[in-house]
């Protein structure tokens, strides 16, 4: 262990010195000039300061409280050598934050005490920081493996509406990556957005609920197979609401409020404005130009172009007119999202009619 000694008594210096080294065992490091000490304590480690309290310039108190002032130095043990007996002046280095303190002239067998009772503290010290710090590395690495096996479950779950409407397979990375530049350029806020890329697969997995005979037919919906589709939404809510994760609790607002539309005319509550959860507006503006953008058995896909035109063309009626600007503010990394997440290119793909 590394002991600092600083005293502006050469005679001193020595003497304390050889005590450490003859008792202790201990590496000293010595220092006449205080300013000189504090710039070493500055970037080197220690685990012991004797500091005498007479010294010109600096005396002992204003040391103290000029290395407490140093980030991590707030737990090392300061030991102070003093003549000076005024309780006054020992409050003020108590305060200033002085663990323990020394008289002169120093009496070998109580340097040799006491020194080894602040270095037992030490070592106490260091291994309770070393027992937190492995303790913080096991619940990080615990918290990081329950996260990836909630991703996990997240997306077998969004697969598992996925494959019963097997029309498009990379609708599911695609309209996420949209959702999260969206929210991302909304907000500010990585954290939020990547909760929406997490949590926007899930969107239709009320389609579970959905009959086949609708969910795969080929053609236009008739009204009553309509209003039979539109309940995937209050389905999707009722499956993921009561989930203990936030990321649920998120997916399961989006799959509720995605067809929602701003002006409100959407389903199923026919919310309106910002009455409808941002994360549902989102997801919207993701799923509908990923839907148009994609072909469908029942239709080609949309140009570009075209799509673009129906999103302006729909701000502030279907769409939340900020996440669109968002949305096509972040236009040239929109096509590098879908050139990267082809149809044919990924397992899988969500489909289904226009509901």
Same mark, same amino acid.
């Given at each position: 262990?590394?002991?600092?000694i600083?005293?502006?008594?050469? %005679?001193? $210096?020595q ?22 000490? $504090? ?7 220690f685990?012991?300061v ?7 310039? $600096?005396?002992? &108190?204003a #040391?103290?409280e000029?290395?407490r002032?140093m980030?991590?130095?707030?737990? %090392?043990?300061v ?10 002046v020992l409050?003020r280095a ?6 323990? #303190?020394l008289?002169?002239? %120093?009496?070998?067998l109580? #340097? ?12 106490s ?5 070393s027992?937190?710090?492995q ?8 918290t990081?493996? &329950? $996260? ?20 498009t ?7 996420a ?8 350029? &909304?907000t500010?806020?990585?954290?939020y ?18 009959p086949?005979y609708i969910?795969?037919?080929?053609g ?21 609401? /009561?989930?203990a ?14 067809h ?12 309106a404005?910002?009455?409808?959860p941002?994360?549902?507006r989102?997801?919207a %503006? !993701?799923?509908? #130009?990923?839907?148009?953008?994609s072909a ?19 701000r ?8 669109v600007?968002?949305?096509? !503010? ?5 096509l590098?999202i879908?050139?990267?997440?082809? /149809?044919?290119?990924a ?9």
């Amino acid at each position: 262990m590394t002991i600092v000694i600083v005293d502006d008594n050469q %005679v001193n $210096l020595q003497l304390i010195e050889a005590m450490v080294e003859d008792f202790i065992n201990c590496t000293s490091v010595r220092f006449a000039d205080p300013l000189q000490a $504090l710039a070493w304590c500055a970037g080197n480690e220690f685990d012991l300061v004797i500091v005498d309290y007479m010294m010109p310039g $600096l005396d002992g &108190i204003a #040391f103290i409280e000029r290395l407490r002032a140093m980030a991590g130095q707030a737990e %090392v043990p300061v030991l102070m050598v003093t003549m000076n007996n005024d309780r006054a002046v020992l409050y003020r280095a108590l305060k200033a934050g002085a663990t323990d #303190f020394l008289p002169k002239p %120093v009496d070998t067998l109580e #340097f040799e005490a006491r020194v080894k009772n602040m270095l037992a503290i030490r070592r106490s010290h260091l291994a309770l920081a070393s027992h937190a710090a492995q303790l913080a590395e096991e619940v990080r690495k615990a918290t990081a493996e &329950i $996260l990836q096996r909630e991703r996990d479950t997240i997306m077998r779950l969004s697969k598992a509406a996925e494959f019963r409407d097997p029309e498009t397979g990379a609708h599911l990375l695609r309209m996420a990556h949209y959702s999260r530049l969206i929210a991302d350029k &909304i907000t500010h806020d990585a954290a939020y957005a990547e909760a929406v890329f997490e949590a926007a697969p899930m969107h239709d997995v009320g389609k579970l609920g959905t009959p086949d005979y609708i969910l795969l037919k080929p053609g236009r919906l008739e009204p009553q197979e309509f209003e039979i589709m539109k309940r995937h939404a209050n389905i999707g809510w009722n499956i993921l609401k /009561d989930g203990a994760s936030p990321i649920l609790t998120l997916a399961a607002e989006i799959a509720r409020s995605h067809h929602e539309k701003f002006d409100g005319s959407g389903y199923p509550n026919g919310l309106a404005g910002v009455a409808i959860p941002l994360a549902g507006r989102i997801v919207a %503006v !993701a799923d509908v #130009f990923d839907a148009l953008t994609s072909a469908r058995p029942y239709k080609a896909a949309w140009e570009l172009s075209r799509a673009e035109q129906y999103l302006r063309g729909n701000r502030g009626s279907h769409f939340d007119p900020a996440c669109v600007d968002a949305f096509l !503010a972040c236009w040239e990394q929109v096509l590098d999202i879908g050139e990267r997440f082809k /149809d044919g290119q990924a397992e899988g793909g969500l489909a289904g009619n226009a509901g």
